[in-house]
């Protein structure tokens, strides 16, 4: 069973690209579609409607829902192969842009909308930074030369990666993205899979329900205003 896992922020058209990806694959290698979200989220149920696949999702709620995504991935992966899946497409929330939710014998792509502005590579550098391909989505409705400098700034940022753009209701110019995921090899070991960068913090004294605003209220890892960098404070 292959492992496609889809980041990226709010509304940049990730189940439009996995759509589009369940329609190339599921003629012949049957799909399992688990999303994972905060508080709400029907793409599970579009999809299985659509496409009669087999589909989960997991709310998150006070977790983040990247860590809440690796936490569910092993069951997620046992389940997926229990319903005979050929694939199991991941989707994550994509809240924060500051995970890397992809991991090894997986295929990692980082959904970015064209129209989130010339810098949004930038601000999203964390979340492109380990995938395997970049889909730049919305094309149509950016010109010319704003596609160019958005591919430089991707490229800015991780200069070998892999950039597709495409209209992803309409799924032009997905074609490389399915020939990547179609060579990618299956799931060797799944009791081997390990997340391929290190995640940020997920537990400080805000974490745990202390709502008190000023660093000189909390512990642990800290930022003053004035402090170049994050510091530490407690036992």
Not at 92 to 120: D, E
Not at 133 to 161: G, M, N, Y
Not at 208 to 227: N, Y
């Amino acid at each position: 069973m292959k492992l496609v896992i889809v980041a990226g922020p709010p509304s940049a058209g990730k189940t439009a690209v996995i759509r589009q990806i369940i329609k190339k694959f599921n003629k012949t290698d049957s799909t399992a579609f688990l999303k994972i979200d905060v508080v709400r989220a029907f793409e599970d149920e579009e999809l299985h409607e659509e496409f009669g696949i087999p589909t989960r999702k997991v709310y998150s709620g006070d977790l983040c829902p990247d860590h809440m995504g690796i936490m569910v991935l092993k069951d997620a992966i046992k389940w997926a192969q229990e319903v005979n899946a050929g694939i199991l497409i991941v989707e994550s929330a994509g809240l924060c842009l500051r995970c890397t939710p992809y991991t090894t014998q997986a295929y990692g792509i980082a959904v970015l909308p064209a129209v989130s502005g010339s810098n949004a590579p930038l601000k999203m550098a964390p979340l492109i930074a380990l995938a395997d391909s970049a889909v730049v989505t919305k094309i149509d409705l950016i010109s010319q030369a704003e596609k160019e400098v958005f591919r430089e700034c991707i490229h800015s940022v991780v200069p070998a990666i892999d950039i597709i753009e495409t209209n992803a209701v309409q799924g032009t110019g997905l074609r490389y993205l399915m020939q990547a995921i179609a060579k990618h090899p299956e799931i060797s070991d799944a009791d081997t899979i390990t997340l391929r960068g290190t995640p940020p913090l997920g537990v400080c004294t805000i974490c745990i329900g202390k709502k008190e605003i000023g660093w000189q209220h909390h512990f642990g890892v800290i930022r003053p205003l004035e402090e170049a960098d994050n510091i530490y404070r407690g036992d």
